[in-house]
């Protein structure tokens, strides 16, 4: 299969998924490459926290009308931290904006962008097994029924969270294991969330409740690997009472808890390097710390800054070094400074060393007072900037 005039996207998940309809939307070709079976993602409950500017990004491909309706919007961020006094407040409408971000299930959002994808274009079931480089070209080796095929393409874009990235030469990336892990559900309280999300800080890590649904909560909760095993390990009502005990009383009782699943955490960013006719994106590119909710959000701003080079540049200059030089121009402020807040929080919040735990309150409380800062942090959080 020779389509040297198509960018080839590996890895159809939202962030795949954003780059080829926004190159669909604009005449630019493009294949897909899913290894997963159609449709398979649809059912995907995990919660995903969007930021105002991904909305804005939805927006433009017409999308968020259709999944608006299922996503639970974020007016408030209560940030506080445990045994220690001092909390701040963001608001939508000091900033104004109809929302600070959203909740939304992962499987509402790929079915919507998945079902507005030229299928011609998208090939399921397709495993990408080796990525090559040229000077003129890529070459995407994958398998799909058991026939392995190759496409050539001036544009390699890896989207696929990097599990192609192993089969990549000469691709270095800096990584920091934090030692961490998160666990994740879903819980039930005893009162409305009334549209306000949760970020607490502990000394053994942060943990968030995300609105996500009338009384429903998302929960991520964060820590060292052990005390995660023994949380893992309680039964439900235990666990309830120890989140009750660490979290409070904002939001009464908590009721009932869906299945617990846990993942590791760390920081990984790929070293700067352009490489021609590659482009690396999302999660490929960058991973970060769930605190604050930024890595989901970056991603989809790759993909819309890598959408906008392709619409813009002549065919020729498609996966050259000066494009792919630009793009990274483009990003590294926003990758950057988004890798660097998620870790400065987890530095200043997550420790208990003596008289920290009071410089902390003060900064939460001065934060209260001073609209300028909390302008850049909803600056922040919505667009990267």
């Not at 961020?77 to 929302?99: C, D, N, V, W």
């Not at 009932?256 to 590119?285: C, D, E, M, W, Y």
């Not at 813009?312 to 996966?319: D, I, R, V």
């Not at 792919?324 to 987890?346: H, I, N, P, V």
Request: aromatic share 6%; net charge neutral.
């Amino acid at each position: 299969m020779n389509q040297a005039d198509s960018i080839v996207i590996i890895g159809g998940g939202p962030v795949g998924a954003v780059l080829a309809l926004s190159l669909q939307q604009k005449g630019v070709p493009f294949t897909l490459l899913e290894a997963r079976a159609k449709g398979a993602s649809h059912s995907d409950t995990r919660a995903l926290a969007l930021s105002h500017g991904s909305r804005l990004i939805l927006e433009k491909l017409n999308i968020w009308s259709e999944i608006e309706a299922q996503a639970t919007a974020i007016k408030t961020i209560h940030i506080s931290q445990r045994g220690g006094f001092g909390r701040t407040k963001l608001q939508a409408a000091e900033h104004q904006l109809p929302a600070l971000g959203y909740v939304l299930p992962y499987g509402v959002l790929t079915k919507a962008l998945d079902s507005r994808l030229d299928l011609n274009h998208v090939l399921y079931e397709a495993v990408a097994t080796e990525v090559r480089h040229e000077s003129t070209e890529a070459e995407v080796f994958f398998k799909q029924a058991d026939s392995e095929v190759c496409i050539n393409s001036p544009l390699a874009v890896i989207a696929d969270g990097g599990r192609s990235l192993d089969n990549i030469p000469n691709i270095e990336r800096e990584t920091k294991d934090y030692g961490h892990d998160a666990l994740v559900s879903k819980v039930k309280t005893e009162l409305p969330h009334a549209n306000i999300a949760y970020e607490r800080f502990t000394p053994t890590g942060p943990m968030a409740l995300l609105p996500n649904g009338e009384r429903d909560f998302s929960l991520v909760w964060t820590g060292e690997k052990a005390k995660i095993d023994t949380l893992m390990a309680l039964s439900d009502a235990d666990f309830l009472n120890a989140l009750h005990t660490a979290f409070g009383d904002r939001v009464g009782q908590f009721l009932s808890i869906q299945k617990r699943n846990r993942f590791p955490l760390k920081l990984s960013t790929l070293k700067a390097s352009v490489t021609p006719h590659l482009a690396i994106i999302g999660n490929a590119a960058q991973t970060m710390h769930p605190v604050a909710g930024q890595g989901f959000n970056v991603g989809l701003r790759d993909a819309e800054t890598l959408a906008k080079l392709l619409i813009h540049a002549p065919k020729a200059q498609w996966g050259s070094e000066p494009m792919l030089q630009e793009y990274q121009k483009l990003r590294a402020r926003d990758a950057k400074g988004s890798l660097k807040f998620t870790d400065s929080l987890l530095e200043i919040f997550s420790n208990d060393l003596i008289g920290v735990s009071g410089a902390r309150g003060f900064g939460l409380g001065a934060l209260s007072l001073l609209r300028p800062a909390r302008e850049f942090l909803v600056g922040k959080m919505s667009y990267g900037k």
